[in-house]
């Protein structure tokens, strides 16, 4: 029945935008199982631990002056989508003030395949540091989705507590760069609002999308130094099995990351961490946080691939 409703939702998308978003909603969440959101008081009070202890921790090993967003839910995936769904308008925007009429077939087409990026991903989001980017406010928030991080502990036949502390100090490290660096949210946004207005209008801006490219690999590489720094417990085994369910997707979900850009994520973790990595070792994990001093002392992609050049401009 929840794809009946997902394709009637998709079917009824009207308005005179290219996408639907009330339809996206209904029907990203009608081919979603919501999951069970019962938390006992011992699972409930797990969540706060390891997030305050993530935050301590990250504190500890960065010394970044940071503290967590005020919005920390625990969330099924339909809270998910819903969280998201808003995302993902806002960045379209551009876009779509750009459309004039849009035929009734096309509006289905695009409602239809934002929906299925939307329920793709919130079957399989763990955990998220939300920048709320591009928002009227700076409000920040914190998202675990707890039967996504069930499921897949199970899957990985891991201990799940363990599993949620590890998710839940991944994403806090996110936390980290975007408190120590207020103007990160600023900076990423003008550089999206760059290359959106330029795709509305035909053109392809490769240097913007370079540039926040570039940023997410800073983003995604100094995180992980800071998991590998900063988590109080061996997870080798954890990202090794973690890795290995990747590789076995089927070639479908293949394709759909692929599509979504996830595999393109997981090489701006590998070549970040290198990074940060030699820079760590070389001049130690604070001065590796000299990238969120300004944008200006943001490595360049040239300089990601030698740290050297980023350590005698910046530190030097």
Do not use: C
């Not at 010394?63 to 308008?89: G, K, S, Y």
């Not at 980017?133 to 409000?139: E, K, R, S, V, Y």
């Not at 801006?205 to 061996?234: H, I, K, N, P, W």
């Amino acid at each position: 029945m929840g794809l009946y409703h997902s394709v009637r939702a998709v079917a009824g998308a009207t308005g005179d935008g290219p996408i639907d978003w009330g339809a996206v909603a209904d029907a990203a969440k009608g081919s979603t199982d919501p999951g069970d959101l019962t938390l006992s008081a011992a699972e409930e009070a797990g969540y706060t631990t390891d997030v305050r202890d993530a935050r301590d921790r990250v504190r500890e090993v960065s010394e970044l002056d940071f503290d967590l967003p005020n919005t920390v839910e625990i969330q099924n995936r339909h809270h998910w989508i819903d969280a998201n769904v808003a995302t993902f308008e806002r960045v379209m925007a551009p876009i779509e003030q750009q459309a004039e009429y849009i035929p009734g077939v096309a509006r289905v087409v695009n409602t239809g395949s934002m929906a299925f990026a939307l329920s793709f991903l919130g079957n399989n989001v763990l955990g998220q540091y939300d920048p709320l980017l591009l928002a009227d406010n700076d409000d920040h928030a914190l998202y675990f989705v707890r039967p996504n991080i069930q499921r897949v502990a199970d899957q990985l036949g891991v201990e799940g507590d363990r599993f949620r502390r590890w998710i839940a100090f991944h994403e806090v490290t996110h936390a980290a760069e975007f408190g120590a660096a207020p103007w990160l949210s600023e900076h990423m946004e003008e550089t999206m609002e760059e290359t959106i207005e330029k795709l509305s209008s035909g053109e392809l801006d490769r240097s913007s999308l370079g540039q926040l490219d570039t940023t997410m690999t800073a983003v995604e590489g100094y995180a992980e130094l800071l998991m590998d720094r900063a988590f109080d417990d061996e997870y080798d085994d954890l990202r090794r099995k973690v890795d290995e369910r990747r590789k076995g997707r089927g070639p479908i979900a293949s394709l759909v990351r692929r599509f979504l850009g996830l595999g393109m994520k997981r090489q701006q973790y590998e070549r970040g961490k290198a990074f940060f990595d030699e820079v760590a070792d070389a001049r130690g994990v604070a001065a590796a946080g000299r990238v969120w001093d300004s944008p200006e002392t943001l490595p360049t992609d040239d300089e990601i691939e030698t740290p050297r050049r980023w350590m005698q401009r910046v530190l030097d």
